[in-house]
């Protein structure tokens, strides 16, 4: 890949970080509508919180009015950092009964009320012969669109099951983009998006599938390490070009749960790494040059990308181990710099140009500034990391560092 394709690539990525996560939008209302075909009332029993079908889809468990000014209790079937249901304390307006109301968020036991502070959602219904015009908006104050989007076709599914349980009576859990053969093929187009880049040849295509392949061990990498810290429903979701992401069944309970599932989506691939170098000199030595090369370069691309992944950028698995065992400000920014350094030192043994390096680090920068903040901020905070698991986590960071490193040096003398 061409240093020019290559900026083209950072470029666009950084582009698309930008929109998705960081372009201010301002207060916005998504609206989503559709035609039921059912008796209004009957669907005002299913959306209004208090109807006798309000747990159609499974998701209110329960609700408790606390006063007559509309404030309320919602239980809800999402589990909570300590596996308990999350609970919502809202209020309910512009209640038309049969027809329309709104809701907004007061009080969360998971996220801070500073993620509520200007959400409001609407339903409304409007007969429309012998069938309902379900219309549902959600209004909030965004940073990029990434939010924005899924809100939309969240309100799209639902209003999808909801036609379905009112056509069968019947609620089905998922859907078409979480299902394993979408993401299979996500991951196809993520890799022909990709060809592009390598050269429109076999060996480019080969090598785009070889990085796809790579983004989807590391983030497998992730969903492992949620399943072991208590995860009932981790999955793992495929974006063309800007790769995957591994989502877990509940937030966060424990700094040290989120050092270590941060960390796993390279330390899986660390345990991999040596046996694929292992790997690739025994078929050299046996002969089978075709098959010694393609290990290698998995190897290569393996390395190359997990540590890169673990350069101390906010979002990026590094920045979040280090936010996670650094007890301060001041070590946290000297084991950033360190990290940092021994990743450009590194490069350098490798063979990278400095010019290339110092736009890397530039790079590394704004990524950083670009989604520095972009958590989302719990109702309590975490679990304190314990001493012990701060240099645990702090050893196994090093090991994995040392692993993928010599995996890229190692590779850099194949293409010397």
């Known amino acids: 890949m061409s240093p020019i394709v290559m900026a083209i690539l950072l470029a ?64 809800l079937s999402w589990e909570g950092r300590d596996g308990q249901p999350i609970e919502r304390k809202v209020v309910l307006e512009d209640v038309v009964e049969g027809g329309r109301f709104s809701m907004r968020v007061l009080d969360d036991s998971s996220l801070d009320a500073s993620f509520w502070a200007s959400y409001r959602e609407t339903t409304e219904l409007v007969a429309e012969g012998t069938a309902t015009r379900v219309s549902l908006g959600q209004t909030d104050r965004y940073r990029g669109v990434a939010f924005l989007i899924f809100r939309y076709f969240a309100m799209r599914r639902e209003l999808g099951k909801l036609q379905r349980w009112a056509r069968t009576g019947e609620y089905r859990k998922g859907g078409w983009f979480e299902h394993p053969l979408s993401q299979v093929g996500f991951a196809v187009l993520s890799a022909f998006i990709l060809w592009p880049f390598f050269g429109l040849s076999l060996g480019g295509l080969a090598l785009a599938a070889i990085l796809t392949s790579v983004v989807a061990l590391h983030e497998l990498g992730h969903m492992a390490a949620f399943r072991l810290m208590g995860h009932s429903r981790a999955r ?105 350094s021994a990743l450009l030192a590194l490069g350098w043994l490798a063979g990278f140009s400095p010019g290339f390096l110092l736009a890397a680090g530039v790079v590394f920068l704004i990524l950083s500034l670009l989604t520095m903040g972009s958590a989302v901020k719990p109702r309590h905070e975490l679990k304190p990391i314990r001493t012990f698991d701060r240099f645990a986590m702090a050893g196994a960071l090093l090991a994995v560092f040392a692993i993928h490193g010599y995996g890229v040096l190692w590779a850099s003398t194949l293409l010397v």
């Open 12 to 75: 666009g990525n950084l582009g698309l970080i930008f929109l998705l996560m960081t372009v201010p939008l301002g207060l916005r209302t998504v609206r989503v509508s559709r035609l039921v075909a059912a008796d209004r009332h009957r669907l005002w029993q299913a959306l209004w919180p208090f109807g006798r079908d309000a747990g159609w889809s499974g998701e209110i468990v329960s609700a408790e009015a606390l006063d007559g000014q509309g404030m309320a209790r919602i239980v």
């Open 236 to 340: 793992m979701i495929f974006i063309p070009l800007l790769g995957g992401i591994a989502i877990g069944g509940r937030p966060y309970d424990s700094r040290f749960e989120v050092a270590f599932v941060a960390l796993m989506g390279a330390g899986f691939s660390a345990f991999l790494v040596p046996v694929l170098i292992a790997a690739s000199g025994l078929a050299r030595g046996e002969g089978h040059g075709a098959v010694a090369a393609l290990l290698a370069t998995l190897a290569g691309f393996s390395a190359l990308f997990n540590i890169a992944n673990l350069v101390p950028v906010w979002k990026f698995d590094g920045g979040q181990v280090l936010r996670q065992i650094c007890p301060g400000p001041i070590a946290l920014a000297l084991a950033s710099f360190l990290l940092l």
